[in-house]
Nanobody, 121 residues
């Protein structure tokens, strides 16, 4: 199995910054795309940003230019640098990855437990 542990959430004022981290561990044969999703109260979970193993990135329009996703393959870790935060960024942020547990295994989809980000004055 793959475990994803997020950290870095918290309370921040509008215009502030936070950096989320997510470390993948377990019996990982190969780690592929990693991503951050978020879910605000009463809303569906949505993709914030994703990054391939070779570093290609994709962002939701609502965070383009404010958030930066990055990863360190040697550490199986993905980061989300969030700048110029707005109240509408308030949500639980979830880490996600695609991974295989062996050369013969099918691709699995794994989720972290989530970390709360609250943007409020």
């Amino acid at each position: 199995q793959v475990q994803l542990v997020e950290s870095g959430g918290g309370l921040v004022q509008p215009g502030g910054s936070l950096r989320l981290s997510c470390a993948a561990s377990g019996s990982i044969f190969s780690l592929y795309a990693m991503a951050w999703y978020r879910q605000a109260p009463g809303k569906q979970r949505e993709l914030v940003a994703d990054i391939t193993r070779d570093g290609s990135t994709n962002y939701a329009d609502s965070v383009e230019g404010r958030f930066t996703i990055s990863r360190v393959n040697a550490k199986n870790t993905v980061y989300l640098q969030m700048n110029s935060l707005k109240p509408e960024d308030t949500a639980v942020y979830y880490c996600n990855c695609n991974a295989r547990l062996s050369e013969w295994a099918t691709m699995g989809d794994y989720w972290g437990q989530g970390t709360q980000v609250t943007v409020s004055s």
